[in-house]
């Protein structure tokens, strides 16, 4: 082989290279792409569908930060007698119970979220312990001193609800 027929086999491959390499890089990209458009419709589709589920957490999680609102709290229990001790291990059992029967919620939330929903419930539970620390000895007295020490400050649970629907916003 001569300098002249290699130099005109370099010239026929050449294009043949270029031209392979050209269309290799666009099916390449054109492949990324595909795989990033149905990554995109399957995050979307799984999207549609665990929204109504996480809607439903958050109205859960507010439904129990309503419920151990202080006043809604001691409105609702009511003491079966007049021992003030058990009427204060009535109130935190039945904030206990109802945290329990929602633990499942924070799959579907942030954990800060979360961590401020407890932070409510741990809150609401020492106000109440504090509130125990008084003097009297009887349940409905216990009542009242828990109203009273809570009427001029925000209720852990509101500002733990303000969270969570500023939460809330946030996924539209």
């Known amino acids: 082989m001569t300098g002249d027929d290699i130099f005109q086999l370099f010239a026929f491959l050449l294009p043949a290279v270029v031209t392979g390499a050209v269309a290799f890089y666009f099916f390449r990209l054109h492949t990324n792409n595909e795989e990033g458009r149905r990554r995109f419709l399957l995050h979307k ?13 958050y109205e859960r999680m507010a439904l129990f930060l309503e419920r151990i ?41 942030s ?7 407890k932070a409510a419930k741990n809150a609401t539970i020492q106000a109440i312990r504090k509130a125990a620390m008084s003097q009297s000895d009887a349940a409905d007295k216990l009542r009242e001193d828990i109203l009273n020490s809570t009427m001029d400050k925000q209720s852990p649970s509101a500002t733990a609800l303000s969270y969570v629907k500023k939460e809330i916003g946030s996924l539209w």
């Open 45 to 57: 589709e799984s999207q549609k569908n665990s929204l109504p589920i996480r809607l439903q957490a």
């Open 111 to 117: 954990d800060e979220c979360w961590n401020i929903i």
């Open 69 to 109: 609102s202080i006043p809604n709290l001691v409105v609702r229990v009511a003491p079966k007698n007049s021992d003030k001790n058990e009427y204060e291990h009535l109130l935190i059992r039945t904030i206990e119970k109802e945290f329990e029967h929602n633990l499942s919620q924070q799959i579907y939330m």
